[in-house]
């Protein structure tokens, strides 16, 4: 029955995607409400615990799919080409992010130390495909997307050793092996770094060569043969998931074009896969064990936490006031949270069932909220709306030329406005960069 419900919100997805693109409309809520209900506490449909074997898998491929296909998409040229703003949201808004979720788990939902950071760890990162509007329209300035992109597709691995070195903690001390957790992350590291490197250098050489029908498949063979070696030898799978995808980036560029659209089209299907069996966990009985408490914390998680945070990153970063308010409020909370707190869920941990009803609760009304109003936001950035037919008309009327206030005398030189934009004084147009929206 998973399958036939994944087939159906799948095929339902496709035929809405042109109308979620423009509208309020979010496959990724689909995919949510399609689970919840067919769930096991609402129709009975989908009968999966979270303990069951499938929801582990699921999550464990799925998130190892989506870090390595993250990782590719920022290799250390394009870090460097643009790692002022990425830079300030990642280096002091992910731990900012982290710390103030982290006080507001320990005053707030009552959780421990431990647990708080914990819990915070698992809702830093963000998912770009909430704001799937924002970043992919044109008119929203390049570096605000980019900055959103950037950030989006690096934090996910950056929170990760965060999240494993908490749930070790959290798991106490009798269970606590820093020694044997660095050594997995070290191996993870190893085999992230060296399998991709091997496979380009062999590909370059001048015994073998990859068709154009088999490049695709090159980063399917990459990411499989290091997610095979990881679990062979226990090695910590999502950082060399992680670490693959910026070693494929970085050395190579031909490889990483080939498998870019079909790799992140993979990871897709893994995630949308994943939010319907986490929505198959959720009920209203689910939501009615949550404290008022604990919706506090959520609603301070969405509304302060990452807002605060990105406002202290972005002080004198030259951010103009609206692209700062979009950066600030678009901090969704995606699948790589969702996979988190599945993982706390299984380690077995005294407080992993309430981390994972408060991580649940903030991922849903994340996903409500942040899906529901990219497109809104998106708008803001739109300038270049077409003008009613009276304002041409009251040009033609006036003999000024287009883009002229018809309130100013009419001068045979070059308006302000005429060639310049957003009514800048010089005749070229204002960069994205450089142009901060104020």
Do not use: C
């Not at 900012?96 to 760890?121: D, M, P, Q, R």
């Not at 202290?312 to 600030?328: I, K, T, Y």
Request: aromatic residues 8%.
């Amino acid at each position: 029955m998973l399958l036939l419900a994944f087939a159906g919100a799948l095929v339902a997805a496709v035929l809405v995607s042109a109308l979620a693109n423009r509208t309020i409309l979010s496959t990724a809520v689909l995919f949510l409400v399609v689970g919840v209900v067919l769930g096991r506490e609402t129709a009975g449909v989908l009968d999966l615990q979270a303990d069951a074997p499938i929801v582990a898998t699921l999550a464990e491929l799925a998130l190892f799919a989506v870090l390595f296909t993250d990782g590719m998409r920022v290799g250390w040229a394009d870090l460097r080409s643009a790692w002022r703003l990425p830079g300030r949201a990642l280096g002091w808004g992910l731990p900012l992010t982290l710390a103030i979720t982290a006080v507001l788990a320990h005053y707030v939902a009552g959780l421990g130390w431990a647990e708080s950071l914990l819990i915070g760890a698992i809702l830093a990162p963000t998912d770009p495909v909430f704001a799937s509007a924002l970043v992919g329209n044109d008119k929203v300035p390049a570096r605000l997307r980019r900055l959103l992109n950037v950030e989006s597709g690096v934090n996910d691995g950056l929170a990760l050793p965060f999240v494993i070195v908490f749930l070790a903690v959290a798991s106490g001390s009798e269970d606590l092996h820093l020694g044997e957790l660095a050594g997995e992350l070290s191996l993870g590291l190893v085999i992230g770094v060296l399998v991709p490197l091997a496979a380009i250098l062999l590909e370059r050489s001048r015994w073998f060569a990859a068709s154009a029908a088999y490049a695709p498949l090159n980063g399917v063979a990459i990411g499989l043969l290091v997610l095979a070696l990881g679990q062979a030898t226990h090695a910590n799978l999502f950082l060399a998931a992680f670490a693959a995808g910026i070693t494929v980036a970085t050395f190579g560029p031909r490889q990483r074009a080939a498998f870019e659209h079909f790799g992140e089209n993979i990871a897709e299907l893994f995630k949308l896969a994943a939010l319907l069996v986490f929505g198959a966990l959720i009920s209203w009985s689910f939501l009615a064990d949550i404290s008022w408490t604990g919706w506090v914390f959520a609603v301070l998680a969405i509304f302060a936490a990452r807002p605060l945070a990105l406002y202290l990153s972005f002080l004198r970063a030259g951010l103009g006031m609206r692209e700062q308010a979009a950066a600030m409020w678009f901090g969704p909370k995606g699948f790589a949270s969702v996979v988190y707190g599945l993982l706390v869920l299984e380690s077995g941990i005294a407080a992993g069932d309430e981390i994972f009803h408060l991580v649940a609760l903030t991922i849903v009304m994340s996903i409500l909220l942040h899906s529901s109003t990219d497109v809104v936001v998106a708008r803001m950035f739109d300038d270049q709306r077409e003008a009613p037919a009276w304002h041409g008309m009251l040009y033609r009327a006036s003999g000024r030329p287009r883009g002229q206030d018809p309130r100013r005398p009419v001068t045979g030189g070059r308006t302000a406005s005429h060639g310049a934009g957003k009514g800048r004084t010089t005749g070229q147009e204002s960069s994205p960069e450089s142009d901060d929206d104020g």
